[in-house]
């Protein structure tokens, strides 16, 4: 996961302090400046988000504007979740 977060230029994991992750570890690459993709790791596992904030000041502050799951459990070795990856950043 490592090399995804690397190429996709995702920010370092940080805790979300908004609860709306629970408090668990964000990291998050912006698509443009108020959508952004999240990544969630619960223990061993990552939940992919797309989200809308006013900025990225807000993100693991507050809730989004709008919040959707993409991926539950994203695995890289599965091609449908690599193709739900690249269908945001190309």
Same mark, same amino acid.
């Given at each position: ?8 230029? $995702?920010?370092? $994991? ?15 690459? *912006? ?17 992919? $988000?797309?989200? %809308?904030?006013?900025? %990225?000041? *807000? ?5 989004? *504007? ?19 990856? %690249?269908?945001?950043?190309?």
């Amino acid at each position: 996961m490592e090399n995804i977060f690397k190429y996709y230029q $995702f920010s370092a $994991f940080f805790k979300d302090e908004s609860d709306v992750f629970s408090g668990n570890q964000i990291a998050y690459t *912006e698509l443009n400046n108020t959508h952004y993709l999240i990544f969630e790791k619960k223990e061993d596992s990552y939940t992919l $988000f797309v989200s %809308r904030y006013g900025g %990225r000041h *807000e993100i693991g502050k507050l809730k989004p *504007e709008i919040i959707e799951t993409v991926v539950e459990n994203y695995d890289k070795s599965i091609p449908e979740h690599r193709v739900a990856l %690249r269908r945001y950043l190309g």
